[in-house]
C-alpha cells in the first residue's frame, strides 16, 4: 500500500473509534476517489446503509469535483430528509477536511442535516 493510504486508514481507524452512528443519528461516510465522490448514511448498531448517493448520478452537468461534491451534499441531506433523519454524526474517513470533503458537509448542511 502506498503511505499515503496507510496514514489515511490509520486516522480513519482513530475516527471510527470514537464515532458511530445509531438509526436516530447516523453516521455521514465520505470516500473520495482520484475522480468521483462517495457519501452513505450509515446505521453501525445493525450495519446496514440507510442511504447511498455518489457524483456519478450527477456527472453530465458541466463543473468542478468540487462544485460535484456540494451537490453529492445537498442530495444525500434531500434523501435523508425524506427518511426523516435530520441529525447525523459526519465521518471524514481520514481525509482532511478541506476541498472535497468539506463541500459534502456544507452541501448536507444548506439541505438541512445537522452536525
Known sequence: MLQKQIRRNRIHKRIRAKISGTKNCPRLCVFKSAKHIYAQLINDENGKILVSVSDIKIKPKKGNKVSYSLEV?????KEAIEKKIEKVVFDRGGFIFHGRVKAVADGAREGGLKF
Do not use: H, P, T
Open 73 to 77: 451534499g445537498k442530495l444525500i441531506a
